[in-house]
């Protein structure tokens, strides 16, 4: 059960000093938010410090404050309250930040389905796209004015988790407060060119090798097909990409016409791979990963597999079949 805003503008109006948190490996959504907050709050005059226990992917270097975020929470005084955005876990925070002790009352503001809860206040919009949107709704609540480096913040979040409006959560209120950021001075292309025209050569190269392991799977009911891609660390280190840089290569697999799962193997270590699930929505992906001790959401889910690349795939192609078959 959620509470709305009124307990959590509350605490931030009796607040001085606050600390702002997303979750390790950070995407668009974690830092658009973690950011679009921080400088809300610094708006009011407020102290607020962003913390990212993991490094800023380079292609958000470009967003106003990155610049502040830290990565470090060694010698900082107390804080009157935590916020913690995008966040469904409290481990999910990362080690260090959980063993801080200065971190005070902890303010959830969310839209993971599965959200624990694990704050003091719980704000948690499942039907929200993103928690750009609830960071939006909460600054319009709490009557902060969304400047021009507010609004780029909270529309590369929406941008993002909607993968460009896209994606089943693309809603329109996500398209009408987008709408309302560029209206504040977001400017899409100067975003897009950023975020998603700006990427290393060897994220290509990477990509080159991956998609030459693409198989297609054909279901015994003729309707429906699998499609299979992997990365091992051998790719990684021939072409110099970074782990991040095979994130959203799942979408290519769901990509192709006729497939109704798209699944990535991605080697973690010694016979372990992290295994990203893609549905078009006639095969609930959750589903499967639950099996395997992940979970997700129904068209976007992941777990982790142990065992050798190839009884790993049969491993898990036969769990979506089974599942298709249902
Ligand atoms: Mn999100």
Redesign the pocket.
Known sequence: MSDYFGAVIERMRQGERFLVVSHVNPEG??IG?LLGLALALRSLGKDAVAYLEDPLPGIFEFLPGSETIVHTLDGEAPFDATFAV?CGQMDRLGKNFNKFEGMGPVLNLD??TTNDNFGELNVVFPDAS??GEVIFDFCKEASIEITTDIAINLYV?IHT?TGSFRYSCTSEAALKKAGELVGRGADPWMISTQVYENHPASKYKLLARVLSTLNIIEMEDAKHLIATLYVTDEMFESTGADKGHADGFVNYARGIEGVEAGVLFRETGPDEYKVSFRSKGDVDVADVALGFGGGGHSHAAGCSVTGELKAVMERVVGALKASLAG
């Open positions: 959504d974690a938010s995008d839209h993971h993103s928690t979040a988790d």
